[in-house]
C-alpha cells in the first residue's frame, strides 16, 4: 500500500522568502513522486516529478523537489516566494503495479505569501 | 499541448437524480481515472480503467457509481441515484505507456441539492 503525509496543512511566508513544504511518503517498492497546485476554483497543475535518475527534480515556476530515499521524503522548495505561488500544493505517489498505477494524494498544503 | 477535455464544467442536480460526467482522454492514452476532491479536502481516488474494464476501484467507489467508454474517445462516470455528500469537484485523468504521464483536466463541479 502507499500513502503520502504532507506536514503542515497551512504555510505562511513573505514575500521573497524561501518556501519548503514538506512530504513523505510510505510504499514498499520504489515510488514515482508529484507535486501538483491547485489554484483556487482551478484543476491540478504538474508542478513536478520524479521517476528515476537524478534525486533532485526541477519543475515549472522556479520550484524543485529532492528525492531523498533514506529519509522517505520528497520535500518541494522555492528560493524565493512570489505571490502569484499562493495556492494549494499536493503531493502525490505512484507505484509501478498490476492495478492501474492510481495517484494517491496527501491532504494538501495551503501556502500563503505576504507582503 | 494534448488535453483532457471534461463536461461540463459545472453541474447542478436533485438528489435522487442520476447524473453522467463526461471526459475527453487524450487519444493515444491507454489508462483512465476519476478521482474527486470534497471541497476543502484532498483530492480522492476513485477508479481506473483499461483494455475496456475496470483495473481498480475505491471503497468510494460503490454500485451507485459506473464508468464507460462508449465509442472508444469519451470516458464517463455515471452516478445513478446523487446524495447530498455527492457534491464534490470530479477529475478525469489519462496516462499512456509510461507508468508517471498523467493529464488531468479541469474537473467538473457537482453540486446536489
Known amino acids: 500500500a502507499q500513502s503520502v503525509t504532507q506536514l503542515g496543512s497551512h504555510v505562511s511566508v513573505s514575500e521573497g522568502a524561501l518556501v519548503l513544504l514538506r512530504c513523505n511518503y510510505s510504499?514498499?517498492?520504489?515510488?514515482?513522486l508529484f507535486w501538483y497546485v491547485q489554484y483556487p476554483n482551478q484543476g491540478l497543475q504538474l508542478l513536478l516529478k520524479?521517476?528515476?535518475?537524478?534525486?533532485l527534480v526541477k519543475g515549472i515556476n522556479g520550484f524543485e523537489a529532492e528525492f531523498k530515499k533514506s529519509e522517505t521524503s520528497f520535500h518541494l522548495t522555492k528560493p524565493s516566494a512570489h505571490m502569484s505561488d499562493a495556492a494549494e500544493y499536493f503531493c502525490?505517489?505512484?507505484?509501478?503495479?498490476?492495478?492501474?498505477?492510481?495517484?494517491?494524494f496527501g491532504t494538501g498544503t495551503q501556502l500563503k505569501v505576504e507582503l | 499541448e494534448p488535453e483532457v477535455t471534461q463536461t461540463p464544467s459545472h453541474q447542478v442536480t436533485q438528489m435522487g437524480q442520476e447524473v453522467i460526467l463526461r471526459c475527453v482522454p487524450i487519444?493515444?492514452?491507454?489508462?483512465f481515472y476519476w478521482y474527486r476532491q470534497i471541497l476543502g479536502q484532498k483530492v480522492e481516488f476513485l477508479v481506473s480503467?483499461?483494455?475496456?474494464?475496470?483495473?481498480?476501484k475505491s471503497e468510494i467507489f460503490d454500485d451507485q457509481f459506473s464508468v464507460e467508454r462508449p465509442d472508444g474517445s469519451n470516458f464517463t462516470l455515471k452516478i445513478r441515484s446523487t446524495k447530498l455528500e455527492d457534491s464534490a469537484m470530479y477529475f478525469c485523468?489519462?496516462?499512456?505507456?509510461?507508468?508517471?504521464?498523467?493529464?488531468f483536466g479541469s474537473g467538473t463541479r457537482l453540486t446536489v441539492v
Open positions: 485523468a489519462s496516462r499512456g505507456q509510461d507508468h508517471y504521464g498523467y493529464t
Open positions: 510504499s514498499s517498492v520504489p515510488p514515482y
Open positions: 520524479y521517476t528515476t535518475g537524478a534525486t
Open positions: 502525490a505517489v505512484s507505484l509501478l503495479t498490476g492495478g492501474g498505477n492510481k495517484l494517491t
Open positions: 487519444s493515444n492514452h491507454l489508462y
Open positions: 480503467f483499461y483494455n475496456n474494464e475496470i483495473s481498480e
